[in-house]
T-cell receptor, first 113, second 112 residues
């Protein structure tokens, strides 16, 4: 069966510090991979998605970036965090090609102080 | 621009009664629709989906209805249970695409 791992579960970082969140998927090959963010009291905002190694599409311009160095690994990064980057970050995967659901990890609660 | 909308931020229902959660969308290219349940500090869990070739899909206590002409879908939970208390998100995608768009969620409280 497929599983998705996301870490860390919680993170407190000062403004201006770098960020690296990692997500890996097991039990499937060539998945679509996604990063979403849920800000306090708001819905799920799509940040990045990837259909293959090295292929990243950005939905919202900001100081975050994503990379997919391996087929089942997706990384969310920032060089300098802003207060507005605080939120709940979710990694997800789906079967390549559409028509099947997204499956989410347990999320990372990021607080920028 | 919010392409998927959930206009009710919250809903309270008595245990045993029906819960109806609503969702509207604007993009006529969407042809695959999903409902997710989310507890605090956890990732959303997939509940049920429907493709645009159907107008109803049922799974146990959960039924999703799709009205394509109105660009509206709803999730019915019957009977509602206290464990159903959570935030429910609807989502949509175009089958030819890879992006999923989510509503802002409806917080359901089932009162024992």
């Amino acid at each position: 069966s497929q599983t998705i791992h996301q870490w860390p579960a919680t993170l407190v970082q000062p403004v201006g510090s770098p960020l690296s969140l990692e997500c890996t998927v097991e039990g499937t090959s060539n998945p679509n991979l996604y990063w979403y963010r849920q800000a306090a009291g708001r819905g799920l905002q799509l940040l990045f998605y990837s259909v293959g190694i090295g292929q990243i599409s950005s939905e919202v311009p900001q100081n975050l970036s994503a990379s997919r160095p391996q087929d089942r690994q997706f990384i969310l990064s920032s060089k300098k965090l802003l207060l507005s980057d605080s939120g709940f970050y979710l990694c997800a995967w789906s079967v390549l090609g559409g028509g099947s659901p997204l499956h989410f990890g347990n999320g990372t609660r990021l607080t920028v102080t | 621009d919010q392409q998927v909308k959930q206009n009710s931020p919250s809903l309270s229902v008595q245990e045993g009664r029906i819960s109806i959660l609503n969702c509207d969308y604007t993009n006529s290219m969407f042809d695959y629709f999903l409902w997710y349940k989310k507890y605090p500090a956890e990732g959303p869990t997939f509940l049920i989906s429907i493709s645009s070739i159907k107008d109803k899909n049922e799974d146990g206590r959960f039924t999703v209805f799709l009205n394509k002409s109105a660009k509206h879908l709803s999730l019915h939970i019957v009977p509602s249970q206290p464990g159903d208390s959570a935030v429910y998100f609807c989502a949509a995608s175009a089958n030819t695409g890879n992006q999923f768009y989510f509503g802002t969620g409806t917080s359901l409280t089932v009162i024992p």
